[in-house]
């Protein structure tokens, strides 16, 4: 048996360097983000609120995620050694290598994860939540982005997606309280004004075309409800991946678009009365999805079964406390901008956003009603 598994184990190297990879692509995309941020705190006098809030929990988030993370590849590696007839210690194999190689080879860890996660109703209520959040997140990322002037706003969703969103949102919330408003006071220079007026020529008002942004929005929210009966069959990972490739395209439309193909309203309160509209949209389809998923008897799931399937499996793990963390950080980003109001454009914003501000939210307190209803029913 030794013998056999020494001839047919493949070598380490294809795993580490897959691995490592991976890992330069984690830390590259941590990097340059952090570069960023660091380029929009170096002129600021003072931290801004909510600056060392961001960090920390950044921190907590990856800590967090990423040790259920690392619990699911060992759950994964004693799943196939235990198929596969391995020994799973240190030293299986003549040597004292460990057959990843063969591990990997037979492993396909990025739909195992999701699949495992969508298994049954109660793990797939923990992954449509994570689905939906990151839709909203994905316009926030295109519209704070583009008026802050905040640079790789595809970095924040490939990081998102390849460690975890609360990690990235976080990063992400701290460059924006980072990053003043284009008409508030700044200590950049006349030269470097200039610089960024021919650098960025649509203005913070501007706004891409409806018809490029919504659909891709609608299909990342509608997707995810039609996986489970493609669980074990090869359409699975094609129709997975479709949402993980539409969440880019609200990111990206503002620097790839043309200025004539958007719109460039009046004011900022024009256009935040437009995103407010279309987060609301975004919350409602969320909080009705989630009524029905924890209220209809036909779905098979309550509260109970939601909260037990949270520590079922690793990848369930991770998922679920990425979704409770991103709740966290919607709670904290919401404080955090009642200490951003003052004057000018500002004060505009909060004195516009104050109309619009239930017909955000309610549809969110809508969903955690229900919720509680449904685990009493």
Not at 82 to 110: C, H, Q
Not at 261 to 283: M, Q, R, V
Request: charged share 10%; aromatic share 14%.
């Amino acid at each position: 048996m030794s013998s056999a598994i020494g001839a047919e184990t493949p070598s380490n190297l294809r795993p580490l360097t897959i691995f490592t990879s991976y890992i330069l692509l984690c830390l590259t995309l941590t990097l340059l983000i952090l570069h960023t941020i660091f380029a929009k705190a170096r002129p600021l006098r003072s931290y801004p609120r909510g600056s060392r809030l961001f960090a920390a929990l950044a921190v907590f988030s990856l800590a967090v995620t990423w040790y259920f993370m690392l619990c699911f590849f060992a759950h994964s590696y004693r799943t196939w050694a235990s198929s596969s007839n391995y020994i799973v210690t240190l030293g299986s194999e003549p040597g004292g290598r460990m057959p990843l190689g063969a591990w990997l080879r037979d492993s396909k860890l990025f739909k195992e994860a999701w699949g495992s996660a969508m298994a049954t109703p109660g793990r797939f209520w923990w992954s449509q939540q994570i689905f939906y959040g990151t839709a909203g997140w994905s316009v926030f990322i295109g519209r704070e982005g583009h008026r802050r002037r905040i640079p790789h706003l595809w970095a924040f969703m490939l990081l998102g997606q390849v460690v975890a969103i609360s990690f990235a949102s976080n990063l992400f919330l701290l460059a924006v309280v980072l990053s003043p408003l284009p008409d508030s006071p700044s200590t950049e220079s006349g030269l470097e004004k200039e610089r960024l007026q021919s650098k960025y020529a649509k203005p913070p008002t501007w706004t891409p075309p409806l018809l490029l942004l919504i659909p891709p929005i609608i299909l990342s929210l509608l997707i995810p409800s039609f996986l489970p009966p493609y669980l074990s069959t090869s359409l699975f990972l094609p129709l997975l991946l479709i949402p993980h490739l539409l969440l880019f395209i609200p990111p990206l439309l503002p620097s790839l678009l043309p200025a004539s193909w958007g719109t460039a309203y009046p004011s900022i309160a024009a256009t935040e009365k437009l995103y407010s509209n279309l987060y609301s949209c975004i919350f409602f389809f969320w909080a009705m999805a989630t009524a029905q998923g924890v209220w209809l008897p036909a779905r098979g799931v309550n509260m109970t079964e939601i909260f037990e399937a949270l520590y079922e499996h690793p990848a369930v793990s991770s998922v679920a406390w990425d979704v409770m963390l991103c709740s966290v950080t919607l709670v904290a980003w919401m404080w955090v901008q009642r200490g951003m109001g003052g004057g000018g454009e500002r004060e505009q914003e909060g004195l516009e956003g104050s109309k619009v501000k239930l017909g955000r939210w309610w549809p969110f307190v809508f969903g955690i009603c229900a919720m509680v209803l449904a685990a009493y029913r």
